[in-house]
C-alpha cells in the first residue's frame, strides 16, 4: 500500500455495494420530483467566485472559511459551487427563464466545502436541492414541505425526521429586531464564545444557532424575532401552518431557527433527526425572494430547499427491510475455443432479446468446476452453460444455482423463452424495492 495514492480527506467513494441503495433513493427522488410537475436541471460544478461571494455573503461559514476557490489558468477566480442555490439562478437569469413565468426546479450532485471531515459531514457531498420562483403564495412553501413529507414516506423514514419551521420575516423587520439582539448579548458578553464575539457585529442571528451547550441558556432568554414580524410576514406564516394542520403534518416551531446564509426571508424550514448525532440537519431551506434583485434580476419570488444524500443515506441504511440488489441473474459458462465464441453471440442476442436480464458471461476460461463456483459466487439464478458439444448443435444447458433443480438441454429460442418467463415471474414477485 505504501505507493499507492488515496482519495482526498472528507471525499468518499460509494463503492459497488453501496450503489444499490442510492439508486433507489434516486429513482423514488425522481418520481415524487416528477408526481409534483418538478423538472430537473444540470448545472455546472464551477461558477465564478464572484457568485457566491455576492450571493451566499461575505460573513458566513461558507464564503468565511469553507469555500474551495483557485485561480484558473486564465487567473480567474472560480469556486467548485458550495451549493446549488446561487447557480440555478444564475442559470434562470442568465436564460431569461424568470420573465414572467413560474418555475419549479430541481438539480442533484456534488458541493464542496472545506470543513472538518466527520460522520454525516464531508469536504464533498451531495445534494438533492428544490428550487421555485414566480409564486408569492404560502401554498408554495407549503407544497415544498408536502413533496419532502412525501419523500420521505416513500423512502420509509418518516418517522425518523421532524420539522421545525419559523419565519425571518423581511429584511427591514430584521433590521429592527437585528438591534435588539445585539442590545442584548452586548448585556452577556461574558457568556458570548469567541465565535459569537465576532458575529455580534457581522452576523448576530448566527449565535442563535450556536451548538456551544454554555451558551444555551443566554440564547433561549433572547428575544425572539416573532414578536417584531409585521402582519404580511405572519399571515404568510399562519396560511403555511394552516396549510400543514390541514394535511396533519406535525412541525415544530422553532423561533431560533434562522439558517446560516444571509439570503433568506419569511420562511425557514428544516427536517431534523436525532439518530445521526450533531449533523442532525438533512434537509434545509426556505423563502429567498431577494436574492432574485441581489444576483441583478427583477424582483421576484423564490423558494427552495436542499436536502443532504449522504445524511439521508445514513437514515436508509438503518431500515432493515432493504437489502442488497441482485447484480446478476445469469451467468454463462463457456468452456472451449468455439464455445466462447458461441457463447458471445447467444449472450449479444438474449441481451436483445430481454433487455432486463442481467447477465455475466465467464471471462478468462477454466475449467467447468471453477466456472460453477463463479457462477455461484455472482448470485445469479441460472447458470446457462456452453461446452463444444452444444455449440455445435446450437443448443445450451441451463442449470438452476439455488432450487436444486437439475440441469436442462434447450434450443437457444427455448432459452430465451424460458428465462423471459423467469424473469417476468420475479418482476412481478419483487418485495424488495431495491431489485
Ligand atoms: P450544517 O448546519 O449541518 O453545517 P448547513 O446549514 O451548512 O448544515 P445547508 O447549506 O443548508 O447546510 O445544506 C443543506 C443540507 O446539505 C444539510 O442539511 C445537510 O444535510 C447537507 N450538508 C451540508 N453540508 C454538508 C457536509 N459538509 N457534508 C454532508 N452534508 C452536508
Ligand atoms: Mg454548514
Not at 495514492?5 to 427522488?29: C, F, K, N, S, Y
Not at 416513500?154 to 423587520?173: A, C, F, P, Y
Not at 452577556?188 to 451547550?213: A, V
Amino acid at each position: 500500500m505504501a505507493n499507492t495514492i488515496q482519495a482526498i480527506r472528507g471525499m468518499h467513494d460509494v463503492l459497488p455495494e453501496q450503489t444499490p441503495l442510492w439508486q433507489h433513493a434516486e429513482t423514488i427522488i425522481r418520481e415524487v420530483m416528477a408526481s409534483y410537475g418538478y423538472s430537473e436541471i444540470r448545472l455546472p460544478i464551477v461558477e465564478k467566485t464572484e457568485l457566491f461571494k455576492r450571493s451566499i455573503g461575505e460573513v458566513t461559514d461558507i464564503v468565511e472559511k469553507e469555500m474551495y476557490t483557485f485561480d484558473d489558468r486564465n487567473g480567474d477566480s472560480l469556486t467548485l459551487r458550495p451549493e446549488g442555490t446561487a447557480g440555478c439562478l444564475r442559470a434562470c437569469l442568465e436564460h431569461s427563464l424568470l420573465n414572467g413565468q413560474t418555475h419549479r426546479l430541481w438539480y442533484y450532485g456534488p458541493m464542496y466545502r472545506h470543513e472538518r471531515p466527520q460522520k454525516g459531514r464531508y469536504r464533498q457531498f451531495i445534494q438533492l436541492g428544490v428550487e421555485t420562483y414566480g409564486m408569492a403564495a404560502p401554498d408554495i412553501d407549503a407544497e415544498l414541505i408536502l413533496l419532502m413529507d412525501r419523500l420521505w414516506k416513500r423512502l420509509g423514514i418518516r418517522d425518523k425526521v421532524r420539522l421545525q419551521l419559523n419565519s425571518l420575516g423581511t429584511i427591514e423587520e430584521r433590521k429592527a429586531y437585528r438591534e435588539e439582539l445585539v442590545a442584548y448579548f452586548q448585556q452577556h458578553l461574558d457568556t458570548l464564545d469567541e465565535d459569537s464575539q465576532r458575529r455580534l457585529h457581522t452576523n448576530p442571528l448566527r449565535i442563535l444557532d450556536t451548538k456551544n451547550p454554555a451558551m444555551q441558556e443566554v440564547v433561549s432568554k433572547a428575544p425572539e424575532l416573532m414578536a417584531y414580524l409585521g402582519e404580511d410576514s405572519l399571515q404568510h406564516f399562519k396560511a403555511i401552518t394552516a396549510t400543514l394542520d390541514d394535511l396533519a403534518i406535525p412541525y415544530e416551531i422553532n423561533t431560533r431557527l434562522v439558517r446560516g446564509l444571509d439570503y433568506y426571508s419569511k420562511t425557514v424550514f428544516e427536517w431534523v433527526t436525532d439518530e445521526l448525532g450533531s449533523q442532525g440537519t438533512v434537509c434545509a431551506g426556505g423563502r429567498y425572494d431577494s436574492l432574485i434583485e441581489q444576483l441583478g434580476g427583477k424582483p421576484n419570488f423564490a423558494v427552495g430547499f436542499a436536502m443532504g444524500m449522504e445524511r439521508l443515506l445514513a437514515l436508509m441504511e438503518t431500515l432493515a427491510s432493504i437489502q442488497p440488489a441482485k447484480p446478476v441473474d445469469v451467468y454463462m459458462v463457456r468452456v472451449g475455443t468455439q464455445a466462447e465464441r458461441a457463447g458471445l453471440r447467444f449472450a449479444e442476442a438474449l441481451r436483445a432479446a430481454i433487455p432486463a436480464l442481467k447477465l455475466q458471461i465467464n471471462i478468462d476460461g477454466g475449467s467447468f468446476k471453477s466456472q460453477f463456483k463463479k457462477a455461484d459466487k455472482s448470485g445469479a439464478d441460472y447458470a446457462v452453460i456452453i461446452g463444444d458439444d452444444e455449440a455445435v448443435r446450437g443448443e445450451i444447458s441451463l442449470k438452476p444455482l439455488r432450487d436444486g433443480q437439475g440441469q436442462q438441454s434447450l434450443s437457444q429460442q427455448q432459452a430465451i423463452g424460458f428465462l423471459r418467463d423467469y424473469l417476468a415471474a420475479r418482476q412481478k414477485a419483487v418485495v424488495n424495492p431495491l431489485n
